[in-house]
């Protein structure tokens, strides 16, 4: 049902136009740029009448006040970010709804890389908005959350269905596909994916959104829970909070 159109901005950020056509309303995500994002509803004759935030570090946000300006549209922000974003219209929490025209989201809490982060699902769509929970073969750093927060919020959006479309906040793939390499060599369903990713690299072509199905397989973000990838890393036996720590460590500083 949804349009979803990917808007690249700030070099590698992502931010997104979902336009329901029934109704004709159109929401953007996580727009750190405002004009992008206006000339892209402009060009398909859309307006913008809701804006979905999934945090509110800057890069997700700053395009919100000039697209407010523009199109009138109602600002959604997570309910634990109300002291950190303006001009909040809807402040929403776990479980709760966001209703776009003839389609609607379940809003999922997803705290670690900030403390108040929440991830949009448009079940009916097979879309995530996962903001900077989940990256394709990566997530977020854990800048005011803890590793236990971020292997419980990464678990909450692993239980999705595998044919959910991930779109993410970032064009990080190449990075992460290296380090995912290098951390899990054996794995042959990743290798097959980096093969996929650097043609797409190679060709410029966005390496998002990816399927969640893919990532349960081969992203190691969500697998500290395999006791493979735990003895490989020398953790066998211990919890999947600590073994998601080491390799969220590891690539801090890789």
């Known amino acids: 049902m949804l349009e979803i159109v990917q808007v690249p901005i700030l070099g590698d950020n ?11 309303t159109t929401a953007a995500v996580d727009p750190g740029e405002a004009a992008p994002l206006l000339a892209a509803a402009e060009a398909r004759g859309w307006g913008i009448d809701l804006i979905l935030l999934t945090h509110h570090h800057a890069d997700h946000i700053a395009g919100v006040a000039g697209i407010r300006e523009a199109t009138g549209a109602a600002v959604v922000a ?3 970010d109300l002291g950190r974003i303006e001009n909040v219209d809807i402040a929403v929490a776990d479980g709760e709804t966001v209703h776009l025209g003839a389609t609607h989201a379940a809003v999922l809490e997803t705290p670690g890389h900030t403390s108040g982060h929440v991830a949009y699902w448009f079940m009916a769509d097979d879309a995530l908005f996962a ?6 073969l990566g997530c ?8 236990e927060q971020m292997w419980e919020s990464l678990s909450r959006l692993r239980a999705l269905p595998d044919e959910t479309r991930v779109f993410c906040g970032h064009e990080y793939t190449a990075g992460n596909a290296r380090f995912a390499r290098a951390l899990d060599p054996e794995n ?5 994916r980096v093969e996929t990713i650097a043609r797409l690299v190679e060709a410029k072509q966005p390496t998002v959104p990816s399927l969640l199905g893919e990532e349960k397989t081969t992203n190691p973000f969500l697998r500290a829970d395999d006791p493979d990838l735990a003895a490989r890393l020398g953790l066998a036996g211990q919890p999947a909070a600590a ?4 390799i969220r460590r590891r690539k801090d500083v890789a």
């Open 188 to 192: 042959a369903a990743l290798a097959a």
């Open 243 to 246: 073994v998601f720590a080491e």
């Open 14 to 24: 992502y931010a997104y136009l979902l336009h329901e056509p029934q109704q004709g």
């Open 78 to 80: 997570p309910l634990a």
């Open 131 to 136: 903001g900077d929970t989940l990256f394709a």
């Open 140 to 147: 977020g750093r854990l800048f005011e959350g803890t590793a």
